[in-house]
């Protein structure tokens, strides 16, 4: 992600990985380590410090701390 990207949330407060929302333009944020990862991925991807991963082989979303885990989308910067 660019540093001229911001991002707006759209869902925070998650308990379960089946109440996250998936889109195009939707991303997971992990507010430990800082990484945006697509909420639709076209390979197996995780966050640097392992909090959030997807394996879109098994179709699984696994979060390991939903206190630091928000869903965002991105917007550009005026």
Same mark, same amino acid.
């Given at each position: 992600?660019?540093?001229?990207?911001?991002f707006?949330?759209?869902?925070?407060?998650?308990?379960?990985?089946?109440?996250?929302?998936?889109?195009?333009?939707?991303?997971?944020? %992990?507010?430990? %380590?800082?990484?945006a990862?697509?909420?639709?991925?076209?390979?197996?991807?995780? %966050?640097? %410090?392992?909090?959030? *991963?997807?394996?879109?082989? *098994?179709?699984?979303?696994?979060?390991?701390?939903?206190?630091?885990?928000?869903?965002?989308?991105?917007?550009?910067?005026l």
């Amino acid at each position: 992600m660019s540093k001229s990207s911001r991002f707006e949330i759209i869902k925070s407060g998650l308990t379960d990985t089946s109440e996250a929302p998936k889109g195009k333009n939707m991303f997971y944020l %992990c507010q430990e %380590c800082g990484d945006a990862i697509p909420s639709m991925p076209k390979q197996n991807v995780g %966050c640097k %410090c392992g909090n959030i *991963y997807i394996d879109i082989d *098994y179709f699984r979303l696994a979060v390991k701390n939903f206190d630091k885990f928000l869903v965002v989308t991105k917007t550009k910067s005026l």
